[in-house]
């Protein structure tokens, strides 16, 4: 991880000290300290931004070394949610200050200590370096280690490891992401499956024989065009005191690179597609935080890997292929290849698993973005209850949702002239999203609470300094993990 | 097409439509038929595939031992279905099938239907109301049709057990058709014959009904500081106008009124910021929020709603020329606060945000809703069964939410909050008038937040349903009138006296 945190009950002496103010210049107790107070309020007095609010990180020059004053906000506002958001804004803010170890004596709670290290540590991931031979010196990272003070250190660390078995998964789907399409073959994600062996989660691998065998040959018709095969990976975790009990199932699209097919896309556009795997990343991320945390609950992850190449076995517009359910689909544009590997996943998880709920997570559509932008996901669920469940644990963890229709409203544009079901409609500005949700529903049982989350818009922060997600930079998300870990613990563990 | 309503008596000659219900069971009316006919009816059911399900028909002509030239057998389905709704679209059904098939009168009988919530006198007031909405026709531009091709129907008689009953309730639906029809008027008329001052003598013409009219020209808006409208305004020889309506039928004239503030922009070719040639004839209807508050108007007028309500529309049209606005240039609104114009083409919102302060300003009101044929986001993000509904206050949200679905207009509600501000920061002034980052009807919406101030306030953007590419049940092809029926239903169900 990106920066090491450990907990105590003083300051560690290290080169920098950072210190809670309040607005209104009101410091907390460390920062009124003896000498430390009378230099805190020269250095902050007169025309500063400094306010005291959150999100606000100063770090001033003192003769006893650096003191790092950072807004609080009220204390009545002081939630878990907010202390996040201010562990997150102190690392932005000092990552390339030259401080290379610091001491947070913010006059928290335990439990309090322990979520401003979770915003430390979530906002400290960047693109891993291995893939230079030469480290960027204008990215390097000075800040490595954090010793938080807290009242009960031991309390702190009980309570953030927990969390901290989240961030890692987060830090492991962002590395997903980022992997370029070249080392992140279909192959090589299910290797990566393995390092989940040591944590007790169960990897079955379903290879393009298997997929065969089994009839899922929409999945098998994205990945035609591809000389890297695509398979189906099945995680399962049990957690549950109970080993037989109904899992909770997660479905992800895993395109590993999207060139969109025969129907290729530009150039322009082309660039992002090693990231349009990004629902099967959080997925594994939410499987590996299952694990690390021994979560008690019965869950299963399964990912629909693909690569979307055009060649001469590709598949065409106008194919049609028999789904793993019996249905018919004729292939529209090829370049719409996540809900048909999307279908055959959830059928196959449907049938194979026999979840009490499924919820699918994929880089679906174009639309989507121009619907909510980056800064919701779409939300489509069968199920009411189910749907605010999962838009309260977003508002949570700010991983937003918002629900847009899913109804048989749009039945008329997914009429396909020679099979069951077309896969999109090539009208000019149509809601591909709507559409694409209706689809998919058509492969999930009718009684089963089902809800697809459409990530195309959340799953990369934008470039835009201003548009960055609190505990992102510009890149990938991980966008769903800590929304799906609080929706578990809150609602199916035990 | 003229509507009436009469005693269930079997009319001698002309259409005749019945309903059934599903599984093939015959309403009263279709049950005399049948035996009257020696059982014709039964007959033809049981040799074709019509079950009596909705929207499945069975057209029989010359039917023997009757009549009437056709008889057409409609489906109603379940009759625990049967609501205002169900009602509407059977009788726009019967209008679609028969208007030009050759009779010059149709008579539609209603039933009692069990199982149905309505009686038969309110399901006749609203297969009433069906029939008028879908007979809607703009052909007053086609001059060498044949007769053939033309409606033949004129008279429609509704036929009922309490004709009377049905009369006055549909007494206060047949004003909102008006309403209903002078929407679809503006929306279709061409963008030569409506333009700003055009349209605004249309909203004083409505003077008779008991309106009261304003109309402020470009020389009182400059007075008044409304920048952001007249920079839309100022490429078009054509003058920007604002017009007023008010209504005021509640007890207290002087109470807080309801306002509706319509996008009136009678041509949008984008300005500068030119639009593609392709399907640039649509933008004529890019007036058709400021068309649905001059609708909704006539129809709380002429059915004299006990309600204080405002409409405010800004009519401008928006042209490429030597005095149009350019990108980049920072226009001054009526509330004071600077807008950098990115984008020409994203002109409605400069155009509400006058007339959304305007209405504020002066009439204090309870509540304000505007509509406007907005993003082409919104056409993407909810495509043409829903608009998308903005509001700043979820009881808001639930009443229309609510009012929309009971008459068919349905909403889907849309985020406007703040993780989508930053989107409309400007390097230059208080905001630009395009986001980024995607969106872009939420960011629209975020724009016009801007000008709220502690009012509940709503947007309706429309873009996606003003105008229907296909039939619908009680709406033809072409202009919608999508918001007055449900704007007049909100008024009705939360804001009039009882």
Redo the contacts between chains.
Sequence with gaps: MGVSITFASAPSGAEALAVGVRPGLAPCATAAAGERGRLLTRALAGKHRFKGEEGDVRPVLTPDGWLVAVGLDEADDQDAAALRRIGAALFAELADSGITHLDAALDLAADEAAELAYGLVLRAWRIPQRYRLHPDPDTEWSLEAVTVVSPDPEASRRHFARLEAVAAAVAQARDLVVAPANALTPQAFADRLSDLFPLGVAVEILDAKALAKQGLNLLLAVGRGSARPPLLACLRWNGAADAEAPPIAFVGKGITFDTGGVCVKDGEDMAEMKGDMGGAATVFGLMAALARRRAKVNAVGVLAIAENMLSGRAQRPGDVVRAYNGTMVEVVDTDAEGRLVLADALAWTARTCRPAALIDLATLTGAVETALGKKRAGLFASDDALAEQLAAAGEAEEERLWRLPLTDLYDEDLKSAVADLRSCSWEDRAPDHLHAARFLQHFVPGDLPWAHLDIAGTAEAGEDEDGDEPFTGPGPTGFGIRLLDRWLAERHEE | MKISFAKSALPAEGALVVGILEGGALTATAARLDEACGGTLTRAIAASRFEGKKDQSLLLVAPAGLTVSRLLLLGLGKGEKVDALAAEAFGGGAVAQLAAAGDAQMAIAVDAVEGSTLTAAALAAHVALGARLRSYRFDKYRTTEKKDEKPSVKKVAVLVDDPAAAKKLYAPLEAVADGVFLTRDLASEPANVIYPESLAEQAKALADLGLEVEVLGEKQMKKLGMGALLGVGQGSERESQLAVLRWSGAADKEAAPIAFVGKGVTFDTGGICLKPAANMEDMKWDMGGAAVVIGLMKALALRKAKVNAVGVVGLVENMPSGTAQRPGDVVTSASGQTIEVINTDAEGRLVLADALWYTQDRFKPRAIIDLATLT??I?????S??AGLFANDDALAGQLTAAGAAVGEKL?R??VDD??D??I?SEIADMKNV?????????AAMFLKRFIKDTPWAHLDIAGVTWAKKDGPVTPKGASAFGVRLLDRLVADQYEQK
């Design positions: 082409g986001a056409i993407v993000s909810l495509g069964h829903y889907w849309m985020p993780p989508y930053k989107q920061k986001g980024e980052g995607g969106a872009g009807s939420v960011t």
